[in-house]
Nanobody, 123 residues
């Protein structure tokens, strides 16, 4: 199983980035999937997670209205559109998958992790 994240970079506050996660070796129909970030010196935080069939999507208040997750199970791709970025969004962003949505929401050791992609937002 591989979750290959890409799309990070340096952006000014107020700008946008789109992260992509290419999943291989697993049937996305059987997994909740989403994005977890970790900023320097902070705990990991689930920032956008969706249930197996996309019926439920979770965003914490810190990103609600600015981040949008989408998934294409057929193409095995997951995207995170991030708008109106803030310096506080600076972090390494990881794609994660687990049969249970809550495992990603609460970051309780999701079954699969990708390598991170760094997002840096300058003020």
């Amino acid at each position: 199983v591989q979750l290959q994240a890409s799309g990070g970079g340096l952006v000014q506050a107020g700008g946008s980035l789109r992260l992509s996660c290419a999943a291989s070796g697993l049937d996305l129909d059987q997994y909740a999937i989403g994005w977890v970030r970790q900023a320097p010196g902070k705990e990991r935080e689930g920032v956008a997670c969706t249930s197996r069939r996309g019926l439920s999507t979770y965003y914490p208040d810190s990103v609600k209205g600015r981040f949008t997750l989408s998934r294409d199970n057929a193409e095995k791709m997951v995207y995170l559109q991030m708008n109106n970025l803030e310096p506080e969004d600076t972090a390494v962003y990881y794609c994660a998958a687990d049969p249970v949505l809550h495992a990603i929401v609460a970051v309780t050791d999701p079954k699969y992790w990708g390598q991170g992609t760094l997002v840096t937002v300058s003020s």
